[in-house]
């Protein structure tokens, strides 16, 4: 579900969409490092190429996260805190001097956090 408000022809993104977008990348950057490590692990003909290409996506996965952290600070909202409690992950923030939760189920989060790691893998033949 994606909340977008125009106001004058441009487009705001909602702080719930922000929130979880952050959560989501934040995700995506450890699953691609706990997938890293097993692939390190692993006797590959060429184990140096899959460990470069993993690298390569955790670094451009990182840069997604900052990058929607610096997007959170831009328009000022205040993450306050996250948690894990039974299949739901939950995200204390503050936007415009009003505190707010955002509740997401695991399901759908590992459904976001595939469909960015199918996103930023696309083209690539490992």
Known sequence: MLLIMRYRGEERISPEVRVSAWLTWRHVVSCLRHDALLIEGLDLRFPRAYQ???????????????????????????????????????????????????????????LAVQQKINELTAGSSV
Do not use: C, N, P
């Open 52 to 110: 470069l290409v993993w690298k390569f996506w955790i670094d451009a996965a990182q840069v997604m996260a900052h990058a929607t952290h610096a997007d959170l600070r831009r328009v000022d909202i205040r993450l306050l805190g996250d948690q894990l409690d039974q299949g739901e992950h939950f995200v204390l923030w503050k936007y415009r001097g009003e505190t707010r939760l955002l509740r997401l189920s695991q399901q759908k989060l590992h």
